[in-house]
C-alpha cells in the first residue's frame, strides 16, 4: 500500500491544515519523504510496530506549518521561528494528533538541539536524523542539508552561538546529526559513513515498488 494511503489522515492534513498544495507542494512531497524515510529507517534499527507508527506519522507532519511559518515570520531571526514552533506544537495537539507523535515531530532541526544533545529518546535521536539528510525532495549527506541550512538561515545560525560555547546553530546540529547516524549505524552493524547509502538504496528500491 503506498504510504499516502496507508497514512491518509495525516497527509490530509497536510493538505487541508497545512495548506500544503499548488505552490507549495515540494513541502508536501518534502514531508513525504520523510515519512518514506522514517519507515525505512523503523525496518533498519528493527522498531516494533507502535514506535514505527509514531516515528512515520510524525516525519510526515513535521513541516505540516511551515507554509504558515513562513507567511508569518518577519526577519527570519530565531525568536519568529521559535514562536512558530509552539504555535505549531499547540496546534497539533487541538486537531486531535497525540503528544507522543507531536513530540516526535517537533524534534527536528536546530532548536531541538539543547534537547536532542543528551537525550536518550530513540524516536527523537531517529526523527532529527532523517530531517538531517532530507533537502527537498531528496536523500543527501547530513553535510549537503547542513551546508544548505547555513547558506539560507544565516541570521538564525549566529543565534545559536550564545546557547552553544560559541557554536553556532547548523555547527552543533553537523555535529549532533553525524553522532546519531554513527549510532545507528553501530546499531545495525554497518561501516562508518555508510547508512545514508544504504537509505538510499532502500529508498529507491521502494520508489520502484510503488
Known amino acids: 500500500m503506498d504510504i499516502e494511503e496507508k497514512f491518509k489522515a495525516e497527509f490530509d492534513l497536510l493538505k487541508s491544515e497545512g495548506r500544503l498544495t499548488g505552490d507549495w507542494s515540494n513541502l508536501y512531497k518534502h514531508c513525504k519523504l520523510e515519512g518514506e524515510i522514517a519507515i525505512i529507517l523503523s525496518r533498519l534499527v528493527n522498531l516494533n510496530e507502535v514506535d514505527s507508527k509514531i516515528l512515520t506519522k510524525a516525519a510526515i507532519l513535521h513541516d505540516w506549518y511551515k507554509r504558515t511559518e513562513i507567511e508569518q515570520s518577519k526577519g527570519l531571526n530565531a525568536v519568529a521561528y521559535k514562536n512558530s514552533e509552539n504555535d505549531s506544537f499547540d496546534k497539533l495537539l ?112 521502494l520508489k520502484k515498488r510503488n
Open 94 to 205: 487541538k486537531l486531535g494528533i497525540q503528544k507522543r507523535i507531536v513530540e516526535v515531530a517537533h524534534s527536528v532541526g536546530a532548536f531541538s538541539l539543547e534537547e536532542i544533545i543528551t537525550s536518550q529518546d530513540l524516536l527523537k535521536k531517529i526523527m532529527h536524523f532523517i530531517d538531517d539528510i532530507c533537502l527537498g525532495d531528496n536523500v543527501v549527506e547530513i553535510d549537503e542539508r547542513i551546508d544548505y541550512n547555513e547558506r539560507k538561515y544565516p541570521q538564525i545560525n549566529k543565534d545559536g552561538r550564545e546557547l552553544f560555547d560559541g557554536k553556532t546553530y547548523f555547527e552543533m546540529q553537523r555535529i549532533v546529526g553525524k553522532q546519531i547516524q554513527s549510532e545507528i549505524e553501530t546499531t545495525i552493524k554497518i561501516e562508518p559513513n555508510t547508512l545514508v547509502s544504504l537509505i538510499k538504496k532502500h529508498w529507491e528500491s
